[in-house]
């Protein structure tokens, strides 16, 4: 059982989270201005990440607040745990971002 | 909340009683199990960064807020427990309720906060003795040991599968409040009575 | 071997206290502190078990968890548990063990007839001969097989023991209390550091409590005891004795087993027998020491043959005397501690030695003790059925590949054997750890560094106990330090005489040892993993068939599966593997370790998580006076909610058409506390729901009420419930039962993450609220007697709420309706539930108020066409599939899911909507889920899928006609009181199309024709809402 860093309580037994997906895929602003495929990729498509993945979880049991990690899905480590808004942290040791950020003229950085 | 009467508070039925007398079976000189019933709590939401959300919590309470995060702080018989980065309970003795929301709920609003009466949402339980730990042990995943859970410190987590708030009150003896929602209180007071069995006497 | 076996004196064992057993229906007597395998070995009792293909007979080879022959059946009745290791079990008075795999008895078995065609029972055999035919392997093949093969017998009962969980964190974990663990608890322990230190045996010391050793100039024992006393004392350190740890995960999280009562003693909750420990630990040190290996020769798993370090630990730690003639067959130094021992107990000891050069010093001790010593030397052979009675050496050649020379025959009742050592290090495996062949220690030793991990002696391949004390005291040190304890003084080194120095030289691997004939030429068999009853000639023909990557050969031949998950067998095993194929052990690897260590009752995981508090049972504040009321419950969620309330002697439709009936006619009462509730507050409160709802929420009037439905992003209902405006920036918004916690950490989501700008509060209500719905044409009679509150339509308008005085008690009444009837659903503080819902039964107990539970609700809500969200809907379903667009906003320009509702697939014309069905058979209830066709063909006419077969997998049947196009299924079937009929809801392609229309629910024996009607089946133009 993993523990992970509450940007606000601190570490905390996995048991008190729950999962929310990929990180950083923002509801678009105005979702009628997005073509079907467009609508779909936001709805439906998601990364799969081997490796660094940003991804959100939610402090359910706990303070109750959603935030970002920075997890390796093939060894869990938890590389580092961010406020929502807070700028992403870099995945250590990489030279390169995580993962091109995708092509969606709305999405927010 | 409007005002209570004296009969309907003779009506109240705590989600603990039909139990009760089988925690109080339970306890021994090393744990002692009890449910404090009809505390009044309330849930105040608000920006602790905010003057006025402070004063009004403060007049009302006689102290603002804790900043810091997974604390409690005592102001006489009231209390104000962390539970969130803008959310906390205040806690007060059984008879103090509808003058404390009312106190709180407009002076909160109009510093943009909310103060809501969550008194029935939870009742709390007592766990307290030298073995207090032992019993809690058996489901908590934090380390409850005093240099990593001293007194004041607060958790919102799971026992038994329940959501609880975990409040630490007291080292000597070791004193823990839990804070559990009214449909749960029965299961986690089963789970508790069952887990203190070890330490009857 | 006959007679007492037991030394006069000696030993760790209470020779004042004599515990009585039986073993296969014999008794014997053993001591307080044996074994069941020593003293099975006191007693002379060599014949344990018999293997699981050849049903060889087999003895005790090891002295701990790592035995893969000595398993017994322990026990009778409920408590009996199959497959422990008599190694493992420790004697108490009145102890029953009887021997598996055996039919009719351990001494004559007709499963041994399986040794006798042991040429064609190579690995792969039951797979090669039986699987060709599915249907033979399944009736014929697997089920004798597995009667066969199988080890022990489960019990037939539920366990009646009770065991529990706990959940602890330390600085320092030590795993292992032989030399090394005990150092390094020692030394973390005197920073002040939390330090936990568990081992598998009932007492602390390892090997310390076999050998003969000077530690700090005390006896060993005497060293151990000072330093478990010391330990013991210390506030900050636990001691868990008979606790093995199972596995390592990541962020140093272990599970542990403890074995707290090891007789039959009755379990409790105050006294379980087992407790697993779930540790936290800032650093851990693994001093899991080390595992000997056997040889691999002819006929090596006679009974009374021995690994030379458990020999060694019968006799100095039991007083059991293994053998009285003993050949100890070696390849290493290490050894020769036995020899020397065995010799001075007055066993006549012979060693063979596979080197052929010996250590000048080993060989001046075996003479001066009289012990004869032959060198480059191989067993070509071993007799004695039930137990070694001779021993065939020859010299090897110069290659060292096969034998020359003339063959010697030695009588013995006692074969000792020791390949060398594998470090345990499975636990540092289970994180990840890899490992490197260690040439000269001839074994795998810890590769890779773990921060917060450390391997210690026996573990990290450093055998003697000088190594492993100084290894302790520095790991326990800097693990402390590292912990973020101060060091302090540096614990004081301790001297340690007697070891048999580990240089150069001190083994020489002989992985498959030269035989007359090579293995799979010969009658012999080689076994590599006891067990499993895998040979050499099994790996040979695994490496032949193409099957050489290692863990494809464990597969094929089953080495290192089972209860002893191959702790001895493993590395001879894929040594011989790396010969076959020409590679390099290290080229050729391990398999993987993977928790558990050691096998774990099913009832240890389960702890207190059984019956009742398997999950939380949660009740509203009225539970009490449904249970004294004889309800039935029914499970929604974790909630217990009444179904039924059934009479003396009524049925279930019985007691619900009389509910239906009161709630139609007269008035019913109905416990709705369960609903979620959510208080949303803040100045953006009605911007927030209509983002979240389908319609309009910031119109809604203070005093008002709103049904609303909230969808995924992907334009999908996912839940429903009211709206209501408290105040100005304050609403109250309920969800369904089911639904609670999802949505209030939904809608969460979108404030936290999505419009953090907007200003509103989400606290989370349910249970401050009890909640009683009146309903029905006589509820506002009933309520007027309640409350001063004019309740007429002029004064109380449908979908409205008031505050007020309800029996005396602080009440919100809601104008609100869910059956069609005239309701009230009536909101108190939870701890006045109970005394608004008596109060109520007793107010209208002349009107034949009528409590009605889930099941009734149902029927009256399913009789007006409303849906239930989880019951008609399935996440595939949108508003216009529901036939309910009428509460979809056409103004607002986004909510959650708006977008959706335009995607080519949400907008197919042959989707599948809600209809109401009525069967033609108007007295026959169709089950829900029941599929909907348009062909009437019965079950038979199809292709389908019987009942599963033995191997639990389903049997197809072909059936006459192809598969007919599925159009949909019921959702919601009931009687209906009012209708005096049956009636269903359901989803059909198209079915708003096609009304009027008769669609066919096949059932297997009869299929069912039923109308496609409109789903509003009662009271369509809402007549009676005001009562």
Redesign the interface.
């Known amino acids: ?3 992970i860093r509450c940007p ?3 570490l ?2 996995e ?2 989270f ?1 999962y ?1 997906g990929e990180a950083h895929i ?2 678009p602003e ?3 201005a ?1 073509n ?1 495929e467009e ?2 990729d ?2 439906f498509m998601r990364a799969n990440q081997k490796g660094a993945f940003r991804e ?1 979880w ?9 935030f970002n990690v920075l997890r390796d899905t093939s ?2 480590e938890i590389h580092a745990t961010y406020e ?2 807070a700028p992403k942290p870099d995945v250590p040791g990489a030279a390169k971002p995580v993962r091109k950020p995708r092509a969606r003229k709305s999405a927010k950085p | 909340m409007a005002d209570i009467t004296t009969d309907a508070k003779a009506l109240r039925v705590s989600p603990l009683e039909v139990i009760g007398h089988r925690m109080v079976a339970t306890s021994s000189p090393r744990v002692t199990i009890n449910e404090i019933p009809f505390e009044t709590q309330i849930g105040l939401r608000g920006d602790a960064s905010k003057a006025a959300f402070n004063r009004a919590v403060k007049s009302a309470l006689g102290v603002a807020p804790p900043k810091e ?2 604390t409690a702080v005592e102001a006489g018989d009231r209390r104000i427990l962390w ?3 803008d ?1 906390w309970l205040a806690v007060a003795p059984d008879d103090t309720g509808a003058d404390l929301l009312g106190k709180l709920e407009g002076p909160v609003a109009k510093a943009g906060g909310a103060a809501i009466d969550l008194t029935a949402n939870r009742t709390v339980i007592v766990v307290s003795g030298p073995d207090a730990r032992g019993v809690l042990e058996k489901g908590c ?2 380390d409850l040991h005093p240099r990593a859970f001293p007194t004041g410190r607060v ?4 026992l038994a599968k329940s ?1 609880i708030f975990l409040e630490k009150t007291g080292d000597k003896p070791e004193t823990f409040r839990l804070y559990v929602r009214a449909s749960f209180a029965r299961h986690l007071a089963e789970w508790l009575i069952d887990a203190a069995a070890e330490f009857a006497a | 071997m006959t007679g007492s076996m037991r030394l006069a004196q000696g030993g760790r064992i209470d020779r004042s206290k004599p515990l009585r057993f039986t073993f296969n229906g014999k008794s014997y007597t053993g001591y307080q502190g044996d074994t069941l395998a020593s003293a099975l070995i006191a007693n002379g009792v060599h014949l344990i078990a018999r293997s699981m293909k050849y049903h060889r007979p087999r003895g005790i080879m090891a002295a701990g968890s790592d035995d893969p022959n000595c398993m017994v059946q322990l026990a009778k009745g409920a408590r009996t548990e199959p497959n422990l290791k008599a190694t493992q079990i420790a004697l108490y008075d009145g102890l029953e063990a009887t021997s598996v795999n055996v039919f009719p008895s351990l001494d004559f078995d007709i499963g041994a007839v399986n040794g006798l065609l042991a040429p064609f029972m190579t690995a792969g055999f039951y797979y090669k001969t039986f699987m060709p035919s599915q249907a033979f392997w399944n009736k014929v093949a697997e089920p004798v097989i597995r009667r066969a093969a199988g080890f022990g017998k489960a019990p037939d009962a539920p366990d009646p023991d009770v065991y529990d969980h706990c959940h602890v964190h330390c600085d320092v974990m030590v795993v292992g209390g032989g030399p090394a663990g005990l150092a390094a608890a020692k030394a973390a322990a005197a920073t002040g550091a939390r330090v936990m230190l568990a081992d598998e045996q009932s007492e602390f010391g390892g090997c310390l409590l076999s050998l003969d050793r000077t530690i700090g100039g005390k006896p060993c024992a005497e060293w151990v005891a000072e330093t478990v006393a010391e330990l013991d004392a210390a506030e900050e350190v636990r001691l868990l004795p008979r606790t093995t740890v199972t596995g390592l ?3 140093n ?1 272990m599970v542990a087993v403890e074995q707290r009562i090891a007789d039959l003693t009755r379990s409790s909750p105050a006294n379980p027998r087992m407790r697993v420990w ?1 540790i ?1 630990a800032r650093q851990v040190v693994l001093a899991a020491g080390s595992h000997e290996r056997p040889l691999v020769f002819a006929d090596n798993d006679r009974p009374g043959t021995m690994l030379a370090g458990a020999a060694l630990t019968y006799l100095n730690r039991y007083g059991a005397l293994p053998a009285r003639h003993a050949l100890l067959v070696t390849n290493n130094d290490w050894a020769y501690e036995t020899a020397l021992t065995l010799a001075a107990n007055d066993v006549q000891v012979t060693v063979a030695d596979t080197r052929r050069d010996v250590a000048g010093d080993l060989t001046d001790k075996l003479t001066a003790a009289g012990i004869a010593l032959k060198t480059n030397r191989t067993v070509t052979g071993v007799t004695g059925g039930k137990h070694v009675t001779r021993v065939t050496l020859k010299a090897m050649n110069d290659t060292r590949d096969g034998v020359t020379g003339e063959a010697e025959e030695i009588d013995v009742n006692g074969l000792i054997v020791s390949g060398g050592y594998s470090p345990a290090v499975h636990l540092h495996c289970h994180v ?1 750890g890899k490992l490197a062949f260690d040439d000269e220690r001839a074994c795998f030793v810890p590769a890779t560094a773990r921060d917060g991990l450390r391997c210690v002696g026996g573990t990290a391949g450093h055998f003697t106990i000088a190594e492993a004390i100084a290894d302790g005291l520095s790991a326990g040190r800097a693990a402390a330090v590292d912990a973020g304890l101060k060091s302090g003084r540096a614990p004081k080194a301790l001297a340690v005489e007697g070891d048999i120095a580990s240089g150069a030289g001190a083994i020489e691997p002989m992985w498959l040892m030269p035989a007359d004939k090579a293995p799979n030429r010969s009658k012999a068999k080689f076994f590599v993993d006891y067990q499993n009853d895998t040979g050499a000639a099994d790996i040979a023909l695994a490496a032949r068939e193409g099957f050489d990557s290692v863990e494809h050969m464990k597969r094929y031949t089953l080495t290192g599966f089972g209860t002893d998950q191959g702790k001895l067998g493993n590395i001879n095993g894929l040594a011989i593997l790396a010969q076959l194929t020409g590679r390099t052990i290290s080229e050729t690897g391990t398999t993987t370790f993977r928790p558990p260590y050691t096998p774990v009752t099913f009832g240890a995981l389960a702890g207190r998580d059984v019956g009742d508090m398997m999950d939380p049972v949660r009740v509203t504040s009225i539970h009490d006076w449904h249970v004294s009321a004889g309800a039935e419950f029914e499970d929604v969620g974790q909630w217990k909610r009444p179904w039924y309330f059934p009479k003396a002697g009524e049925t279930m439709h019985q007691a619900v058409a009389r509910e239906c009936r009161a709630a139609r006619t007269g008035v019913g009462v109905l416990d709705a506390s369960t609903l979620g509730k959510i208080e949303v507050t803040g100045k953006d409160a009605g911007e927030f729901l209509d983002r979240v709802y389908t319609n309009m929420m910031s119109s809604l009037k203070v005093g008002f009420v709103r049904y609303g439905l909230m969808l995924g ?2 334009g999908m209902v996912s839940d429903d419930g009211t709206a209501s405006r408290i105040a100005d920036n304050r609403y109250l918004i309920t969800t369904t039962t089911g639904g609670a916690a999802s949505v209030f ?1 939904r809608l ?2 979108y404030l ?3 419009w ?1 700008d907007l200003d509103v509060y989400l606290t989370s209500v349910t249970e401050q609220w009890a909640t009683v719905t009146v309903s029905g044409p006589k509820a506002r009679f009933l309520l007027e007697r309640l409350t001063e509150l004019p309740l007429d339509p002029d004064s109380f308008a449908f979908m409205t709420f008031q505050d007020a005085q309800v029996a005396g008690l602080p009440a919100r009444i809601y104008r609100i309706s869910f059956t069609g009837e005239l309701s009230f659903e009536v909101a108190v503080a939870w701890h006045h539930g109970k005394a608004l819902w008596e109060a109520v039964m007793e107010a209208g107990h002349d009107l034949g108020v009528t409590p009605y539970g889930t099941e009734t609700m149902h029927v009256l809500r399913a009789e007006k066409g409303f849906i239930i969200v989880g019951q008609e809907t399935d996440g595939t379903l949108t508003p216009d599939d529901l036939g309910m667009n009428w509460i979809v906003s056409k103004k607002k ?2 909510f959650v899911g ?3 509702l335009i ?2 697939d949400t907008v197919r014309e042959d989707r599948k909507q809600l209809v109401g069905l009525l069967p033609d058979d108007a007295g026959f209830v169709v089950p829900e889920g029941a599929q909907l066709v348009d062909d009437p063909v019965t079950l038979k006419d199809v292709p389908h899928f019987e009942p599963p077969g033995l191997d639990g997998a389903p049997i197809y049947r072909a059936g006459k006609g192809s598969p007919v196009p599925m159009l949909g299924h019921v959702t919601s079937s009931y009687w209906s009181d009012a209708l005096g009929r049956s009636f269903a809801l359901g989803l059909v392609k198209r079915g708003r199309t096609r009304h009027g229309e008769t669609i066919h629910a096949p059932l297997g024996d009869r299929t069912v024709a039923m109308k496609i009607v409109d789903p509003v089946f009662y009271d369509a133009e809402g007549s009676r809402r005001d009562g």
């Open positions: 059982m993993l523990l606000y309580c601190g905390r037994p048991v008190e729950s929310g923002s509801r105005d979702p009628n997005l079907d609508w779909g936001f709805l959100r939610v402090h359910t049991h706990g303070c109750r607040r959603w060894s869990h929502v808004g | 995060a997974c539970l969130g980065p959310e995943l934090h958790v919102g987590t799971l959501q | 995960y990541d962020q999280y779930h936290r990840g992003e992907d950490q969460e989501d936290q993450t999505e953090p320009a986004d708006k977008r959706s995607r080519p």
